[in-house]
């Protein structure tokens, strides 16, 4: 059973546009939502993470808005570089950790 | 050091060799987990230990065998493997947090193992 729900599975932006990807979550008893970014060959690495009393986090060029009610979180990455390519899964956690599908990055000069 | 080591990179093995897979952190993390990731494919949850002892199993056949040695390593024992086995091996660990749990993973680069 899929329990995080990730779109698109792939998505191209021009160089210093916005990026966004969008999660959903059925259980209502995660409590921890992070994003990670995985590049060929490696592991995946945690980006940036937040927890449902908050709405919007932001670190950097990456900001993850929360909405508790919808059960919906996304990932906004202002100013994308050819660097930010790589796929980038939600997750959500209780306990375990749930991954969304994925979705490949690619930033266009 | 904040670093998850795992060796070898790549491994190239037969239907009945057995080899292992190593994974090495010093971070003091105390809770340390295995992976499966077929290509283009989220993360698939193996095996879980938390300060040294096994956890979670989810279901893992029997031709996988981990190993916790100590609060640093994590062994991945495999014998009679099959094609359709290969796939990028991830370690990953984490602080535990008392009754909250784990959280903020942070992974290993993966070993790539090809069965033949």
């Known amino acids: 059973q899929q329990q995080v729900k990730q779109s698109p599975q792939s998505l191209i932006v021009q160089k210093g546009g916005i990026s966004i990807i969008n999660c959903a979550y059925e259980n209502t008893a995660f409590d921890y939502f992070p994003w990670y970014q995985q590049f060929p060959g490696k592991g995946p690495a945690l980006l940036i993470a937040?927890?449902?009393?908050?709405s919007e986090k932001k670190e950097g060029r990456f900001t993850i808005s929360f909405n508790k009610s919808a059960k919906q979180f996304s990932l906004h990455i202002m100013d994308s570089q050819p660097g930010d390519s790589a796929t980038y899964f939600c997750a959500a956690q209780r306990q375990k950790l749930t991954f969304g599908t994925g979705t490949r990055l690619t930033i266009i000069p | 050091d904040t670093e998850v080591t795992q060796t070898p990179k790549h491994l190239v093995m037969g239907m009945t060799n057995k080899k292992s897979l190593k994974c090495e952190q010093h971070m003091g993390h105390r809770a340390m987990y295995w992976y499966k990731q077929k290509a283009k494919k989220p993360p698939e949850l193996m095996f879980v230990?938390?300060?040294?002892?096994?956890?979670i199993n989810e279901s893992v056949p029997s031709r996988f065998s981990p190993e916790c040695p100590n609060s640093s390593l994590l062994n991945l024992h495999l014998h009679a493997l099959q094609p359709e086995d290969s796939a990028l091996y991830l370690c990953a660990s984490s602080q535990i947090l008392g009754a909250q749990g784990s959280y903020g993973y942070t992974f290993g680069s993966g070993t790539r193992l090809t069965v033949v």
């Open positions: 230990y938390s300060y040294e002892k096994l956890s």
């Open positions: 937040i927890r449902p009393d908050v």
